[in-house]
């Protein structure tokens, strides 16, 4: 019998429920159980229904049909606060943080503490906060701005956030898309207490690796439909992901090419290349048709490497070369010029690669659209053609010319992002975790085109968070620790450990860089 197979012992009991969205059936007659004090993962495809789950139990939105139960009682989740009420508390994958209030304010939303004037306690609420964060071994600074802080640190606020209101069923919404290394240990150290403390966790991922380490059950969705609930470690990974994208992938990397006889041209280079913050003297060189990788633990530079690349860091010391040949680059703009030909695909794409209330074509045209542009007028049949054939070298509907962009899954949105660059003509593509939040089958058609794009002659700069990505599709690897290169490793000699070593500050490079 599954894990959490019983209704009457189940912690969340999903009936029947159907939710759709005009014509479109986002959850369909979906059941499952899951069992109290247990972590419980959703897998499936973007679009599959999975954050339609969390956004019903989150009393965001209302099933059309079906119901759910919470310990035994069936529920009415009409509201956040009534689902709060039921002791659910939700850790968003897209973040409900409000950027320009500090981290202690958003703590504190919509439930700070207020005293018989009606005032809030702030002296009170601060050190009970301070207590909480201290307990998760939590370094954030409570009055900073949540806007100044890295992606990872705002997921880690978010979740420390619903933590904090002391949930009895508690949804993660991918939360660890955004995290590496240490980040996804500290995660998973709060699951393990939170289970013991008889908290009911529901786990929302595409990282199998993670779902085996915290989850004994699983249920995946596929179109909407619910395909099988079981316990995780019943199924192999590559059942699991024939169940998730209703096919088998033979080999989820792509074979790497052999090496050429004569070293290709380096078309990127970087000198001594300080910039930004954390970014401190780093030298690196990016040959034509190579997949050269960037890892590194949050925060250790790599975010300021491939933003000075791109004119949106100052460089204080050192120069980037395209080509053999010194460049200035002041903008995004001026990295597209044709004798650069840079295009980056950027850490978030929601607030900083795409508009989303704009179609998928204005959003691919938008960086060229003075190519179509004549007499101040636009060619709309051109665009459309242009955009159409970028739409299909990534795969995605015809409908992304015409529809906006929030309209589509995760995956769809980065695989717009990604035509842009391929519409501009883009020969280099900085590429920053470009799977985060990917399901397993986009990740695959990704990992094809980035192979593919290299093969027809661009390069690509690579920086993941997840080390086999690495592993599997780069030619070479630089690690980058306290904002230097610890370490730079070759295809043959690439695995997890070798690049992990010098990322946690172990082995010579990293010796040397401490000392």
């Given at each position: ?414 695989k717009i992002a990604i035509a842009k660059w391929l519409l501009a003509q883009s020969r280099i593509l900085l590429l920053f975790d470009p799977t985060r939040g990917i399901d397993v089958g986009t990740k695959h058609e990704l990992y094809v085109l980035m192979r593919a794009f290299t093969e027809a002659g661009g390069s690509i700069l690579f920086h993941s968070t997840e080390v086999p990505e690495l592993v599997h599709l780069c030619d070479r690897v630089i690690v980058l620790y306290g904002g230097k290169v610890a370490a ?28």
């Amino acid at each position: 019998m599954s894990e959490g197979s019983s209704s009457s012992r189940a912690a969340v009991s999903v009936r029947n429920v159907r939710k759709a969205f005009g014509a479109t059936v986002a959850v369909d007659d979906v059941s499952f159980d899951i069992a109290p004090g247990t972590a419980h993962a959703l897998l499936g495809e973007n679009g599959a229904g999975k954050s339609t789950i969390v956004k019903l139990l989150s009393g965001l939105i209302e099933p059309d049909r079906g119901s759910f139960e919470v310990f035994g009682e069936t529920v009415r989740l009409r509201s956040p606060r009534a689902s709060h009420g039921r002791g659910i508390q939700t850790a968003f994958q897209e973040m409900t943080l409000v950027p320009d209030l500090t981290v202690l304010d958003n703590m504190l939303l919509p439930y700070a503490p207020v005293g018989l004037t009606g005032m809030i306690r702030r002296r009170t609420a601060e050190a009970a906060v301070r207590a909480h964060v201290d307990s998760l071994g939590f370094d954030v600074d409570l009055g900073a701005e949540v806007r100044d802080l890295d992606l990872a640190v705002r997921q880690k606020i978010e979740i420390a956030r619903a933590v904090y209101r002391r949930p009895r069923i508690l949804l993660l919404d991918e939360p660890t898309s955004t995290l590496a290394g240490r980040d996804v240990d500290w995660l998973g150290e709060i699951i393990a207490r939170l289970k013991a403390e008889g908290v009911t966790i529901v786990f929302i991922s595409h990282r199998m690796r993670e779902v085996r380490a915290f989850c004994g059950g699983l249920t995946v969705l596929r179109n909407g439909r619910a395909i099988a609930t079981a316990a995780t470690a019943s199924l192999a990974d590559e059942a699991v992901i024939e169940m998730i994208i209703g096919r088998s992938i033979a080999k989820t990397f792509p074979p790497r090419p052999v090496a050429p006889a004569v070293p290709p041209p380096e078309v990127l280079a970087t000198h001594d290349l300080t910039a930004g913050a954390k970014l401190d003297g780093v030298s690196l060189s990016l040959k034509r048709g190579e997949i050269l990788g960037v890892a590194g633990l949050q925060g250790m530079g790599q975010l300021d490497l491939f933003l000075a690349c791109v004119g949106l860091r100052i460089v204080r010391r050192g120069e980037i070369r395209v080509d053999g040949r010194p460049v200035s680059i002041t903008s995004p703009a001026e990295a597209l010029r044709p004798n650069i030909g840079i295009g980056l695909l950027p850490e978030d794409r929601k607030t900083e690669a795409l508009f989303l209330n704009l179609s998928g074509k204005h959003n691919a045209s938008l960086p060229v659209i003075d190519r179509f542009s004549r007499g101040g007028l636009i060619g709309r049949q051109a665009e459309t053609s242009a955009v159409e054939t970028s739409f299909a070298q990534v795969e995605v509907d015809r409908r992304a010319l015409w529809m906006p962009v929030r309209s589509f899954s995760g995956g769809n949105q980065q695989k717009i992002a990604i035509a842009k660059w391929l519409l501009a003509q883009s020969r280099i593509l900085l590429l920053f975790d470009p799977t985060r939040g990917i399901d397993v089958g986009t990740k695959h058609e990704l990992y094809v085109l980035m192979r593919a794009f290299t093969e027809a002659g661009g390069s690509i700069l690579f920086h993941s968070t997840e080390v086999p990505e690495l592993v599997h599709l780069c030619d070479r690897v630089i690690v980058l620790y306290g904002g230097k290169v610890a370490a730079e490793i070759e295809a043959k000699d690439l695995t997890e450990g070798d690049i992990m070593r010098p990322a946690l500050g172990g082995g010579a490079a990293a010796a040397e860089l401490a000392a």
